[in-house]
């Protein structure tokens, strides 16, 4: 938010960008152009401009938000909005079967903006490396920082298109036309990953502006991708072996994440989700966004802009991201605070008599509960834009309140000035408990995983009504070592990660890692046309459906160089 001691506003005054016809080669445009930059003052507003494009996507491109991709394309949310046809591309991804390479929201733009972020990285990286480090003391450290904001930007779009074309700052514009996206999985796995290890080599512990990367940063994000690299997929995407020597690596970077104690668990998640507790201890790394800075604007995020209860008059549109009845019914709890692993939809749970993690009132906007910790204006079915069609319920973890310092109604659209968590010290531990049990080392998982779920059964404290009570009947404990075979360890790690991260954009990409997508959605679907009639055509194809399609405009534009994804 504002007064962030490192601003990602300069790149405003700066830079532009043009709407080059090349979509893999944005050339920065403006004031300055890249020949200008000879001193470090300059080269200095060339990264900063890098960090500023990893949030310059847009409500029909994303490139950091995931709740169309990773949380409506999965079991955790319904696209929401006036029905089908209301932005009928995120209705596409979440039927599946509808999904094309023509389609020009989301599919192409999401490509075409992640690879604007990418090309701004690249040409800071040139001109950095046109100085001396005599002339430009922090010159490997701000190659460290360009590598892994460019790391970012391929990694996710790996998650999302997985065969992608690899390049660095080296490559001409002649050049870039010849990189095929037909590389062997690990490859390009582990060419992002070097420019993550680069990071870790030449990044401090600590920078002293906030909303740099550092070298803990690069740690965790590693772990990350070599967690999705260690389960090996074939050319359908099914996943053939997990790498016992890739998981070791997840451990050995994880401890080095949380034996640098830099990091730790906030007291209550809300901490997460609201700008007052922003880059609190356990954002790891975010993109940092502001307001009242001295322009129009500000430097808002507005990728869930789309996401705001439509009839509640201090928002007024547009009421997308609605969380699945699946979803909610994932947070009922046994008579022990645990989660009802084979039986939680089996019908639709009552949240006024059954007992519920509290993270339920930390996602979903419910009739009568609180709406994003402020009792005084409870959350209410009026505020539903299409209950027919998508029920009524409402995403609430990324929305902030009208009356927030960081809230900004740019027309019908909302934008916030909260920072967008990317690495969270939640999500580390929980990659380090996965990579254990699938080590066969399951007690070691044990503590990891009750941490997280003792968190949450601390973070009530947010969740009272105005007369002291609470809406819901709270009740979640610690899993007992009783019966912690490999297998449970595994049923409730994956559970504990949906709980954790509900509706968060994670829950599609851990299903496609596990090599459960398949099994899971079509299961979800089969219960969910007896509920939603809208998705009685929907179909997840195995080999198929796990990532988007190679959008079709950049195969044309490299005459048929680039190889699309199977199925499509």
């Known amino acids: 938010m504002k007064n962030k001691i490192f601003s990602l506003l300069l790149v405003a005054g700066l830079?532009?960008?043009?709407?080059?016809?090349?979509?893999?080669?944005?050339?920065?445009?403006?004031?300055?152009s890249s020949a200008d930059l000879t001193s470090p003052t300059a080269i200095d507003g060339l990264v900063t401009a890098a960090y500023a494009a990893i949030g310059n996507g847009d409500m029909i491109g994303p490139i950091y938000s995931n709740w169309a991709y990773g949380s409506v394309r999965s079991d955790d949310a319904y696209k929401g909005g006036g029905g089908t046809g209301d932005v009928g591309e995120i209705d596409a991804l979440e039927h599946y079967n509808l999904v094309t390479p023509t389609m020009g929201a989301f599919v192409t733009r999401t490509w075409q903006n992640l690879f604007k972020s990418i090309s701004r990285a690249n040409v800071?990286?040139?001109?950095?490396?046109?100085?001396?480090?005599?002339?430009?003391p922090n010159k490997k450290v701000r190659l460290a920082e360009l590598r892994f904001l460019r790391a970012h930007s391929y990694f996710t779009m790996k998650l999302l298109y997985k065969n992608i074309p690899i390049f660095d700052e080296t490559a001409t514009s002649e050049d870039i036309l010849k990189v095929s996206n037909d590389l062997k999985n690990d490859e390009s796995w582990n060419k992002i990953a070097a420019d993550f290890q680069f990071a870790i080599d030449n990044l401090p512990v600590t920078q002293s502006e906030i909303g740099r990367a550092n070298k803990v940063a690069a740690q965790a994000y590693l772990a990350k991708l070599r967690l999705f690299q260690a389960y090996e997929q074939d050319d359908k995407h099914k996943v053939v072996n997990i790498n016992k020597t890739r998981l070791q690596e997840v451990v050995t970077l994880t401890q080095a994440v949380i034996s640098s104690g830099k990091y730790s668990l906030s007291k209550d998640i809300a901490e997460n989700f609201i700008p007052e507790t922003e880059n609190g201890p356990e954002s790891i790394f975010a993109i940092q966004f502001s307001i009242n800075d001295g322009t129009t604007a500000g430097r808002l995020s507005y990728e869930d802009g789309l996401n705001y209860p439509h009839g509640a008059p201090q928002y007024g549109c547009c009421g997308f991201h609605a969380p699945s009845q699946n979803v909610v019914n994932a947070h009922a709890t046994d008579a022990n605070g645990l989660p009802l692993f084979d039986t939680f939809n089996d019908k639709i749970i009552d949240v006024a008599t059954t007992t519920v993690d509290p993270r339920l009132d930390h996602t979903v906007g419910i009739d009568g509960h609180p709406y994003k910790y402020d009792n005084t204006k409870p959350f209410s079915n009026s505020w539903v834009r299409d209950p027919g069609v998508y029920g009524n319920f409402h995403s609430m973890r990324f929305q902030q309140l009208a009356t927030s310092g960081s809230y900004f109604k740019l027309g019908p659209f909302m934008g916030t000035a909260k920072n967008y968590d990317i690495l969270r010290y939640d999500d580390i531990i929980l990659i380090q408990a996965e990579a254990y049990i699938e080590l066969g080392q399951p007690e070691k998982a044990l503590p990891l995983i009750n941490q997280v779920r003792t968190r949450a059964a601390a973070s009530t404290g947010r969740l009272k009504k105005t007369d002291g009570t609470f809406a819901s009947k709270y009740n979640v404990k610690e899993y007992s070592s009783t019966g912690w075979t490999q297998d449970y360890a595994r049923k409730a790690l994956q559970f504990e990660r949906r709980l954790e991260f509900a509706t968060e954009g994670h829950r599609f990409f851990d299903l496609v890692r596990w090599g459960i997508a398949e099994k899971t959605l079509n299961t979800y679907l089969e219960k969910e046309k007896t509920r939603r009639t809208y998705l009685s055509t929907a179909k997840?194809?195995?080999?198929?459906?796990e990532y988007l399609p190679i959008p079709q405009a950049e195969i044309t534009f490299t005459n048929g160089l680039y190889k699309q994804n199977p199925g499509f």
């Open 15 to 32: 830079l532009t960008l043009d709407s080059c016809k090349d979509p893999l080669e944005y050339s920065p445009t403006g004031v300055l």
């Open 540 to 545: 997840f194809t195995a080999g198929r459906d």
């Open 124 to 136: 800071a990286l040139r001109a950095v490396n046109t100085l001396s480090e005599a002339n430009y």
